[in-house]
């Protein structure tokens, strides 16, 4: 992503949000410190424009030599970066010493810069617990968060067999969070952190479309405001009516249901009736006592 995107988004965002109204601003890739410089800067304008806390996503693979870390550290702690999290797990340590991870991690506690641990997971790798206890002392008596994920398998998966895969026994029921607006370089952007993003996801391209606009798209109209009030489980009886049937198992969380829904090859038949039934309900909740049955409330399919 330009640097100069990066600013103006930012500034696009902070003159949307109200006065005194926290907001929160992360920088991820790929490798957020093969551009350091770059990320120093945007650090400091999210900053200078409001934002109440920064954070970063990295594999630690910057911490290969301590001095350089520390300096770096230092350099983020001025520029008021809050925290640092680390992705630290089997997928990434196959390529990154775990040495360089727990000097990039002593550093950015040495700066008083915050840290997270984010540890995805399948049925036979180490867990959350396996990796902090490789850690040693590292983080004893140190506030951190701490986040395991179970792996989303993307579509047509080859990489990790089922077996490994987390599902739970039943059928995920959790709605999607509420909105997290993730831009990526070419400026396609989504209402979520992208473990489960598909194209009818996308809310539109920042370069071209304000950010409000794309803000309001999500609360509005959007599928992805069924899947932050519903769930994607809401959909799955429309596709049994349909005579598309979708399995009720053998996903590994909502995000993972979410992607099967919307990539369905029934999905552009379901979704126009879906949709406005979630609007119809929406009305319905707004009107409470006030709603008759007896009129009939019509919905376009798009829009």
């Not at 029921?173 to 473990?195: K, R, S, Y």
């Amino acid at each position: 992503m330009a640097l100069t995107d990066a600013q103006r988004y930012i500034n696009e965002f902070a003159e949307i949000t109200i006065p005194g109204s926290p907001f929160t601003v992360h920088f991820s890739g790929g490798e957020v410190f093969l551009r350091f410089t770059d990320l120093l800067t945007v650090t400091r304008h999210a900053k200078e424009k409001g934002a109440s806390s920064v954070v970063c996503v990295t594999n630690g693979a910057w911490g290969e030599k301590s001095e350089l870390a520390r300096q770096q550290a230092k350099e983020l702690k001025s520029a008021r970066m809050n925290r640092v999290n680390f992705s630290l797990d089997d997928f990434h340590q196959e390529y990154i010493p775990l040495g360089s991870v727990v000097n990039s991690i002593s550093a950015c506690l040495e700066a008083g810069l915050d840290i997270g641990i984010k540890c995805t997971v399948t049925r036979n790798s180490q867990k959350l617990h396996n990796i902090i206890a490789n850690l040693k002392d590292l983080l004893l008596n140190i506030p951190f968060q701490a986040e395991e994920w179970a792996y989303v398998p993307s579509l047509n998966d080859k990489q990790i067999p089922k077996q490994e895969w987390l599902i739970p026994k039943s059928l995920p029921q959790e709605h999607c969070p509420e909105l997290i607006l993730t831009i990526l370089p070419d400026g396609t952007a989504f209402p979520c952190c992208g473990a489960g993003w598909t194209p009818r996801l996308i809310l539109g391209n920042a370069r071209s479309e304000s950010i409000a606009s794309l803000i309001q798209k999500a609360q509005y109209g959007h599928v992805f405001g069924v899947m932050r009030d519903k769930g994607p489980a809401f959909f799955i009886p429309y596709f049994n009516q349909s005579e598309e049937s979708l399995p009720t198992e053998g996903y590994v969380s909502t995000c993972h249901l979410c992607m099967t829904v919307l990539n369905h090859s029934a999905c552009d038949k379901i979704l126009p009736t879906a949709l406005a039934d979630w609007k119809i309900e929406r009305i319905k909740n707004a009107l409470g006592g006030l709603w008759n049955p007896n009129i009939t409330v019509s919905i376009p399919s798009k829009g």
